[in-house]
């Protein structure tokens, strides 16, 4: 070994001392125990696997051929069954309930969690359905569903949200959120799985889209990029958790890019268009149209008496609803 390569060994070692060190302060960030918490590649892993049940005529393994569909799922069910119970058995330790379980009552746990979570794909597909359907309705740009289905980044975020709300009902910690936010990573889209989302849900564009863990939002909503549905203030920090903090947006509403609608008292009332850009923090009566005119808001009133759509009657030049 030259003098060099010593040198250089030399004060790796010293590096190496100085982290083990800092490890050993007893922080958050100084957690070593990786091998029992979740682990996210394998949360991934399942959620592809998933889409897989979810679409079988559009996202399947190539390795295989497959001479009936029971067959089929019954080697997928019981490959997602075996990960997917094995991440929560993990996931559940972290929960304060949970804090007395043996390893074995984490597990049996788990798998009936699991199971409860597999009796509800028919009910998430049909969910799903109706945002393929909400997609192709309002978007001329669509070729076909198939098209949706297969390059559509904010059905892709809605059919994640679907799967991970379900967990999220079941009272599992950590793989809702771990799900929602590789979703977002691919897709820019940001759902919480404690949000409510009603059937019809369609996002266009989809990318800098926030919906919050409080909200709740109707059937037949129209959302497009960059729309924030947040809490109006954040400054209680973690002392707010389990508070109502996010927006409530009722049945056939279409907001537009840019807007920002917060506060856990702010009702959207259905059939209202929300424009590009516009600040919102109190109520909407049903019906409204609002915009943004030399960066003030102009809200003009609800439905009219005489036509009863709210489109047919609409005041300004109109440029920024459909």
């Known amino acids: 070994m030259t003098i060099d390569e010593k040198r250089i060994r030399n004060e790796v070692d010293e590096i190496v001392e100085l982290v083990l060190k800092d490890y050993d302060q007893g922080r958050d960030i100084d957690n070593m125990d990786v091998f029992n918490q979740p682990e996210r590649d394998e949360v991934i892993s399942i959620v592809v696997k998933l889409l897989g049940v979810l679409f079988p005529g559009y996202y399947r393994d190539k390795g295989y051929r ?56 028919p009910l998430i597909r049909a969910k799903i359905n109706t945002d393929i359907q909400a997609t192709f309705d309002g978007d001329p740009a669509a070729f076909n569903k198939e098209e949706i289905i297969l390059s559509y980044p904010g059905l892709l975020a809605s059919t994640v949200y679907r799967v991970a709300h379900e967990l999220h009902l079941l009272g599992i910690p950590l793989i809702p959120r771990m799900m929602s936010e590789y979703a977002h990573s691919i897709t820019g889209i940001d759902i919480h799985p404690g949000a409510t989302i009603g059937e019809y849900f369609f996002m266009d564009h989809g990318t800098g889209i926030v919906v919050g ?32 903090r996010h927006p409530t947006i009722e049945d056939n509403v279409t907001i537009y890019s840019g807007a920002s609608i917060l506060g856990g008292n702010t009702v959207i009332g259905e059939g209202s268009i929300i424009g590009g850009n516009a600040f919102i923090t109190t109520s909407i009566e049903p019906g409204s149209r609002v915009s943004i005119s030399n960066h003030e808001m102009n809200i003009e009133g609800g439905m009219c008496e005489t036509c009863e759509k709210a489109d047919d009657c609409l005041i300004g030049n109109g440029t920024f609803w459909e």
């Open 66 to 121: 497959f001479y009936n569909m029971y067959s089929k799922l019954t080697l997928q069910f019981e490959d997602i069954m075996y990960y997917l119970s094995q991440q929560v058995a993990l996931a559940l330790a972290f929960e304060e309930k949970y804090a007395s379980c043996s390893e074995e009552e984490l597990e049996e746990e788990a798998r009936k969690l699991s199971l409860e979570f597999f009796r509800k794909i």
């Open 213 to 244: 863990s409080t909200s709740v939002i109707g059937e037949h909503v129209k959302i497009y990029q960059g729309v924030t549905i947040g809490a109006l203030s954040t400054k209680g920090g973690h002392a707010l958790h389990g508070t109502r």
